[in-house]
């Protein structure tokens, strides 16, 4: 189809700028919606090369200005991919705005304002149909991946009523990168030109593809997790690491281990509205180094350099969804240097790297395990991930609203806190860029409500599993069910072994009294009989107990600091 001369132009612009700049544009949608090609936004697919994805904030440096941080013109991961089921529509919150995120039957990603154009239905009620489009469940109105409305089962008009502008869904630009949903933070007539123009915060051992092919690169399982706190208190709680030996007690070292810490905020490269780095001179667990780098909006990577010459990559992404909550996405890599010629023979490596102990168990597991290798990876580390963050999160739940009470926010948050020592050098950092270039945090929308709940309306609410994460996720909702099949299994095993216990005693009985009539059987004849059954009953009551503690890490993980010693 012919492009109208405007939107040709525009097309013909991005893809010679993406050239300059080095993108590799794969495609743009061959038209907009409706009449409205000129000014609509488009999907569009962007992968940049390697080089420039790294987060480093000193490739970026030159580029900086003072200017103030545009929080609209970003690109933030929504969605994991692997983990989000491709047959659904998912609402998404991102600054305030209601979202709904679908991929069609091409496999493509689009995000659209959750609203349907018709009578405002949210369209994240909707369902992804089999010819690839997403329907409102409302009254069927359809639309293809670009927003476009492709039906209107009430109209009989030839067509004239859904290539009306007004029909059209409001679409985002979007783009699948390193295991996540990215979704641009604004529509409108400069969304895509914008979008194509600017990088996504990547980490650049990611896109070592030979690097994660050979092993040497551990690209670890992302865990998306719906947070009962803001985007600005989840930064600060990954700025700290004083924290984590005291609050991440008996995971992840002792209350005892705690000491000063040296944290400096690098003159080089300096803050810009790129983002900063902070340094740990006086990491733990034996480490070396620890460099946190912080890239707008989205990403805080924490480097941490090992004495075997190895470095342990923390990446932590977090959106602002709503106030009060945020969207985190993290993930752990492991790299290992690479040495001279020790890519010769990378790809018989990989064929012959042996199994790991899950997938070990996997294959000789006597209940199927219908689970890929990483999708059994994913749930354990999910489970684990859940563990880590609900050791903070009744500080941090609290914490952000106790200081809005006392109304230290903006400004006035330093008037809060009393912070002598260089531990907190990388939270001072933090603010200072939020005060400096990114116009006192997340913008909001117009009129939107701001405000935080009192700490005590809900406070149950920060343990939610299954809302915040288990729903949204395929793996975890897998593993749940085949959790609760086993459960159901252990309690048919504890009736079963009581019954064989009950008979194998009767028949021992019997036995007794045929073998020596008058006598009467002793309790050990029935006991002794009974005792293989009672056993077995024991175990598998153990083991429907246990199963029961591991489906409640899908729901509800409660932790209480004081019953942990
Ligand atoms: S509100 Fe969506 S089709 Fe009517
Ligand atoms: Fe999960």
Request: hydrophobic share 35%.
């Amino acid at each position: 189809m012919r492009h109208p001369a405007p939107r040709r132009t525009v097309v013909l612009l991005i893809g010679a700028i993406s050239l300059a700049e080095g993108f590799s544009l794969v495609r743009l949608p061959p038209t907009a919606c409706g009449k409205t090609s000129t000014s609509s936004t488009s999907n569009l697919s962007a992968v940049k090369t390697s080089s420039e994805t790294a987060p480093a904030v000193s490739s970026r440096e030159s580029k900086a200005n003072e200017e103030s941080f545009d929080w609209h013109k970003q690109w933030y991961p929504v969605l994991s991919e692997k983990d989000s089921d491709p047959g659904k529509a998912h609402a998404v919150q991102l600054l305030g705005k209601d979202l709904v995120v679908w991929r069609n039957t091409e496999g493509r990603w689009s995000a659209f304002d959750d609203r349907c154009p018709h009578r405002a239905a949210p369209l994240s009620e909707g369902r992804v149909e089999k010819d690839g489009s997403l329907l409102c469940a409302y009254h069927a109105w359809r639309f293809d991946t670009d927003g476009k409305c492709l039906s209107i089962p009430q109209s009989d008009r030839g067509g004239k009523d859904e290539t009306n502008p007004r029909a059209c869904a409001k679409l985002y630009p979007t783009q699948v990168a390193q295991d996540m949903v990215w979704v641009w933070g604004k529509n409108g007539p400069d969304a895509v030109l914008d979008s194509v123009l600017t990088k996504p915060a990547l980490v650049s051992a990611l896109e070592d593809k030979k690097g994660i092919k050979s092993g040497r690169v551990v690209p670890g399982v992302v865990t998306q997790r719906d947070l009962a706190y803001s985007w600005e208190t989840f930064w600060e709680n990954v700025m700290d690491p004083a924290h984590v030996v005291v609050s991440h007690h008996g995971l992840m070292g002792k209350r005892s281990m705690a000491k000063p810490l040296d944290l400096e905020a690098t003159p080089q490269p300096a803050m810009t509205k790129e983002g900063f780095v902070v340094d740990n001179n006086s990491p733990q667990f034996g480490a070396k180094q620890g460099v946190a780098t912080f890239v707008p909006p989205a990403l805080v990577e924490i480097a941490t350099e090992l004495e075997d010459g190895k470095t342990i990559s923390l990446v932590q992404y977090n959106i602002p969804t709503r106030p009060g909550w945020s969207r985190m996405f993290n993930r752990q890599l492991t790299i290992t240097p690479e040495v001279v010629g020790e890519n010769k023979g990378d790809d018989n490596k990989d064929k012959k790297r042996a199994p790991s102990l899950l997938q070990l168990v996997a294959r000789i597991s006597p209940v199927k395990l219908k689970l890929a290798p990483n999708e059994q990876r994913a749930w354990i580390q999910h489970i684990f991930s859940h563990m880590f963050v609900h050791q903070d999160m009744p500080l941090l739940y609290h914490q952000e609203k106790i200081m809005a009470s006392s109304g230290h926010t903006g400004a006035k948050w330093s008037d809060g806190i009393y912070t002598p020592t260089t531990s907190d050098k990388g939270i001072h950092t933090l603010r200072k860029w939020i005060k400096k270039f990114g116009s006192g945090g997340p913008p909001w929308p117009k009129g939107y409500d701001t405000s935080l709940p009192s700490r005590h309306d809900n406070p149950d609410v920060m343990w939610d599993i299954y809302e915040q994460h288990t729903k949204h996720c395929t793996a975890c909702l897998g593993a749940l069910k085949r959790v609760e099949q086993c459960i159901t299994a252990a309690k048919v095993s504890t009736v079963a072994s009581l019954t064989w216990a009950v008979l194998r005693a009767a028949s021992a009985i019997s036995t007794s009294i045929l073998a020596s009539p008058g006598t009467p059987p002793s309790n050990f004849v029935a006991a002794k009989a009974m005792l293989p059954g009672v056993l077995l009953m024991l175990a598998s009551l153990k083991t429907t107990k246990m199963l029961g503690s591991l489906r409640r890490m899908f729901y509800v993980y409660k932790y209480v600091h004081q019953e942990h010693d």
